[in-house]
């Protein structure tokens, strides 16, 4: 039973006010989102507030009385520190995206320190709720198949290093940043760990987990992988860190935020029987290796928190209907297939 998207939201905010950092992101978007409904006043820091791309968040419902937008880089601690001041949370969305090691992992430790700093020195910050990621927890070449995944996992720097993946090794340095820095500054910190999120898109581009769906509906690949990749909703992800943040048992936990881990044939087929009129490559690009096995995952922190996870087949389903009504996929007209 998944709650209705458009069902009336109880509201807890009572114009408290809150930080989000990188408010135009995909995941953030959704979050803001979620806060202005439940009744929470927003700041959410962005490079530029006038940019056309942020003026979704300024059309949402309760954005005109209650969210302001804050001109703030993660590098710049002035900015930070003004964006947070007054707030009771903050939410610390903002990452670099990225396999550059110089562009991820640098900026995305020192960003994190800036806010917690930031959240520390306003003197009003209840909590703040960081997302980090499962490639902070599942990058680990030791783990044997039959381990269940949990809050306890760490992905392995030296194998992340070694493989040269500088996204899962930077979100890992990030994540470890955030409870040192908790710490230190005694501040109340709780993590969420997404794995790659899908869903309909508020922001007007497409951006990283999006282009992985996008990718075999528009030809651009011919072949899926011998790979496996868990999956979990945006729209959960962000009620995931609302209530997180909503929670007096969060305070000091990691919490994973995944619906279901599949191979990328499974994925493959779920769209191409949702989608026939489109080229959904039907063959793996390794046929010489076995078929890679999903690992098994525990999300139980968050379900005991009440969150209940959207299936991937219906996530799936509404990411390729806003990459349609967004007009980054063409829509073909039933009787052309």
């Known amino acids: 039973m998944t709650v209705d998207a458009d069902a009336p939201v109880a509201t807890t905010g009572n114009g408290r006010t809150v930080c989000v950092t990188g408010a135009g992101g995909f995941i953030a978007s959704w979050l803001v989102k979620l806060l202005l409904e439940k009744g929470y006043s927003v700041k959410g820091t962005v490079r530029n507030p006038d940019d056309p791309k942020n003026a979704h968040l ?3 419902d309760g954005a005109a009385e209650r969210l302001t937008l804050c001109k703030a880089d993660l590098l710049d601690y002035e900015a930070l520190r003004e964006a947070i001041s007054g707030c009771e949370g903050v939410f610390h969305t903002a990452s670099p995206v990225t396999d550059d090691p110089e562009q ?3 900026p995305a ?3 994190t ?3 917690i700093n930031a959240a520390a020195d306003a003197g009003t910050v209840r909590r703040l709720v960081f997302t980090s990621s499962i490639g902070a927890v599942t990058m680990d070449p030791n783990r ?6 949990d809050e306890s996992c760490w992905s392995d720097l030296e194998f992340c290093k070694n493989t040269k993946n500088w996204y899962c090794y930077g979100k890992a340095v990030a994540e470890q ?3 040192e820095m908790a710490k230190e500054r005694g501040m109340e910190l709780a993590v969420v760990n997404p794995v790659l999120v899908m869903g309909p898109l508020l922001q007007p581009q497409v951006n990283a987990s999006i282009a992985h769906v996008l990718k075999y509906l528009d030809g651009s690949v011919k072949r899926y992988t011998n790979a496996v990749q868990a999956y979990v909703d945006v729209r959960d992800v962000a009620e995931a860190h609302l209530r997180v943040y909503e929670a007096d048992s969060a305070a000091g936990q990691r919490f994973i935020c995944a619906e279901r881990v599949l191979h990328r044939e499974d994925v493959v087929r779920i769209l191409g029987k ?10 793996c690009s390794d046929e010489v290796n076995p078929r890679k096995k999903p690992y098994n995952f525990s999300n139980q922190r968050l379900r005991d928190l009440g969150v209940q996870f ?6 799936l389903y509404d990411t390729v209907k806003s990459l349609q009504e967004k007009g980054h996929l063409l829509v073909i007209p039933e009787q052309l297939y």
């Open 177 to 179: 940043a955030a409870w």
């Open 104 to 106: 991820m992992v640098e």
């Open 109 to 111: 430790v020192r960003g």
């Open 274 to 283: 949702l989608f026939p009129e489109y080229p959904v490559p039907n063959k």
């Open 113 to 115: 320190r800036y806010v």
């Open 310 to 315: 959207r299936p991937v087949s219906q996530s």
């Open 144 to 149: 044997g198949p039959d381990v269940v995944v």
């Open 58 to 60: 300024k059309a949402m």
